[in-house]
């Protein structure tokens, strides 16, 4: 990347995959309302790096408080923790990471640049006909060195997936809680993987965040199958819950070939993305692989000792939130609407006077958002005409705006407005945190 403007060359972007212009409508409109900014910018950007800016923190936040409440606080078999990014280099040994975490890698001979051997045809350059190197094996872990000195550093690794601190901190768990199995361990972190290509935007990067759970039961094959069709299916019904469409929802399941190391069965939700169906979320059955070499075991109240086996459920939050931001991308006429769940929306509400040169007006409408900012993520604004403020909040995702009038200082109602109906309605100002707040509890 050589320039700083945000557009398709610097994107890391498969252009050829693209539709039309809905990748770069959302490209686009990230940047430029404050979700997404291509990371370190000013110095002509990273690649496979995303800084993330005051509405896509929000909506992250927002898909992680979701994903934590389903899992931790709605469920009284899982537990959670919060690992550390840098573990001892000899938990990725015993994981298998070190020796198998890997991708096949070519090299063009003519302009030498790198591609994954199984993203390219007939030996063949994409970029320039070029031909192409046997293929390699690229460890994915990213190497970092810890120590003070030089003589003292010790190398180490970036975590490549979060799924380890939770197997380290098996044992610890279940002394400290006494949680009995089948139970679960969840976990939000950073991840790291020194991809070969990054591109599609957020959707395969070197530094992300996952939403992981680890979950245990008997060594036992049906209690395994059972389980893992639980899991898949309470993973796809999470999605459509938060408004994604069924329609561009699917299962995948993972042929031989593909399956990572450590998986017995794996299936794959998603998502029909402008760039084709692509993974954002994986379902796993990793049997006992993870503890028996982590040389944990697991003691019943009959005193019986066994390894336990493990479901996995394995998100990605950047991922999640490029295909809820597609999903939610709609046109109507001159109006750009992010039809994203109430649950979700950066702002819940926005509050503005119906005229910003009426002092009467105004200092109602301040009033107004000071007795709701407490209580949601609240958005004010006084420029423009009124059209233009509600087109504003619809093209970032505000699912109501309260809008104060001339009525409102003579009766202490104001109108709200829906975000995808239009519709408008009158509601005392003393009911409005009691309305929104039954508004996102359906």
């Known amino acids: 990347m050589n320039k700083t403007s945000y557009n398709l060359e610097d994107m890391d972007i498969d252009k050829q995959s693209l539709s039309p212009s809905v990748m770069e409508k959302i490209f686009a409109l990230a940047k430029r309302r404050g979700f997404i900014y291509p990371g370190s910018e000013i110095y002509g950007g990273f690649s496979g790096f995303w800084d993330y800016g005051p509405l896509g923190v929000e909506l992250k936040n927002n898909i992680k408080r979701e994903w934590w409440k389903s899992m931790v606080y709605e469920r009284e078999d899982v537990v959670g923790i919060d690992s550390a990014i840098i573990m001892n280099p000899k938990v990725w040994e015993a994981s298998g990471h070190v020796e198998a975490f890997t991708d096949p890698l070519v090299e063009c001979k003519a302009c ?199 479901i996995e459920t394995s998100g990605g939050v950047d991922r999640a939130a490029l295909f809820l931001l597609l999903n939610a991308y709609h046109e109507e006429k001159e109006r750009v609407i992010l039809k994203l769940s109430p649950r979700l929306a950066p702002y819940k509400v926005a509050v503005f006077p119906l005229l910003a040169n009426k002092e009467g007006l105004l200092k109602e409408a301040k009033r107004v958002f000071d007795i709701l900012k407490g209580k949601f993520n609240v958005a004010w604004d006084d420029r423009g005409n009124i059209g233009k403020r509600y087109f504003a909040q619809d093209e970032i995702g505000t699912p109501w705006c309260v809008t104060v009038d001339f009525t409102t200082l003579e009766d202490e109602t104001v109108t709200v407005r829906d975000r995808d109906s239009t519709k408008q309605e009158r509601v005392a100002i003393d009911k409005l945190a009691e309305y929104f707040q039954n508004k996102l509890s359906i």
């Not at 530094?207 to 979950?215: G, H, N």
């Not at 639980?230 to 593909?258: C, P, Q, T």
């Not at 059955?285 to 944990?296: E, S």
């Open 112 to 310: 030498h640049h790198r591609f994954r051997a199984d993203k390219v045809e007939a030996n063949v350059c994409p970029d320039c006909g070029g031909k192409l190197t046997e293929p390699k094996k690229f460890n994915l872990l990213t190497e970092v060195y810890v120590g003070t000195t030089e003589e003292g550093k010790e190398k180490a690794y970036l975590r490549g997936e979060i799924t380890q601190g939770v197997f380290v901190n098996f044992k610890n768990v279940v002394d400290s809680t006494r949680i009995k199995i089948p139970f679960g361990i969840a976990q939000i972190g950073k991840a790291f993987r020194n991809e070969i290509t990054t591109g599609n935007f957020t959707f395969r990067d070197r530094e992300f965040e996952q939403m992981e759970l680890e979950y245990f039961i008997e060594p036992e094959g049906k209690e395994a199958e059972r389980m893992f069709e639980f899991w898949k299916n309470a993973r796809m019904n999470w999605y459509i819950s938060l408004g994604m469409s069924k329609v561009n929802l699917r299962f995948r399941e993972h042929e031989d070939k593909e399956k990572a190391h450590y998986a017995a069965k794996a299936e794959d939700i998603e998502y029909k993305a402008p760039f084709g169906w692509s993974e954002f979320e994986g379902i796993h059955n990793r049997t006992d692989y993870d503890l028996k070499n982590h040389n944990l075991k697991y003691k019943n109240e009959d005193g019986e000792e066994y390894t336990p086996w493990v």
